[in-house]
């Protein structure tokens, strides 16, 4: 099953689409006039229609200060964060601007205080959201907002299955995620400036797509191997430490799709490499081999990436800065017939190809 098809699926038991029920989604608000609490009773074509509506609701009434932001100059802005508020004070042109913001608009003198002005009424348009009656949303993505981290009470939303904080700002995510066992999806694509991901993500034992391609993450947390659910993992960080090893991929025989292991000069014998269990991996389709460049080779190195030897099912393969003096011996095997991408990048010190001629699909 494909991502988009797993994410149409995350709440499963849905009913066939019902247009009765769509239309009274629309008139059921909570008391208070919130998010709307999704019951599993309603179809799934019913809840999408009420969250797409009640997110329009949110911008319009939950995010009112943002309209002090559209008489400030923007032209200083990182282009996506710039149209992404653009866009939305565009969107609600009428929204009356709060009490305090009612005195004239201040030109902001540097973008670093325009930024920080965004950041404040983030915290606080999020601290609303979570603190509001939407402890049963199951859905809730952020991506493209200016976020720089999340409260604590993130933990609250036990009911949460998809997080989207994808091309955000955000530089951490708060321990009590950790504890929203439910959730099955987290992605944090473009997540430039995290750099590391909760230390108790090993306990999200239901998480099944993490999705951390061009962030800022610099290291895995301890014991991913324990997420044996996990059918996505864009991109896994070699450690050096205990529950950091290339070793934790070993029991993720579910993961798909592409693989990108990077940091491969912390592996240190051929050993370990065969403890990651690559050639089991028969979801794995593409796959990139990164070392650090420039990095030493130990005398063992052809032993490792010997023992890195991908499922016979992969079909675009990278190898990247590896330091060896020749490639391995599975490189150009006839038992990857599938194979019909292979990129050899920035292996200075290898000076001959490997021999593929069998790879009839190359």
Known sequence: MNFMSYVAEVSRGWDEPNARVMGRMKSQPNAKGEMYILNDGIDMKAKIAAMAWRLEELEMKKMQEVQAISQTPLQSMPCAICLSYEHLVDKCPTIPAPPQYQQPAQVLPQASNLEQAMVNLSKMCIRRLVASHTLCLRVLSLCGYWIVDLPDSMGNLKCLRFLNLSHTPIKRLPESVCSLYNLQIILLSNCRRLCELPRGLKKLINLRYLRIRDSGIKEMPDHIGQLRNLQE???????????????ELRGLSEIRGRLHISELQNVVCGMD????????????????????????????????VNNLQPHENVKRLTVNSYGGTRFPDWLGDRLFLNMVFLNLKNCQHCSSLPSLGQLSSA
Request: hydrophobic share 40%; proline share 0%; charged share 30%.
């Open 273 to 304: 490499a065969l403890e990651a269990n690559l050639k089991d991996k028969k979801y794995v389709d593409d796959l990139v081999l990164e070392w650090k460049s420039n990095s030493d080779v130990l005398q063992n190195g052809i032993d490792i």
């Open 233 to 247: 993992l864009s991109r896994f960080i070699v450690g050096q430490t205990s529950g950091r090893r290339i070793g």
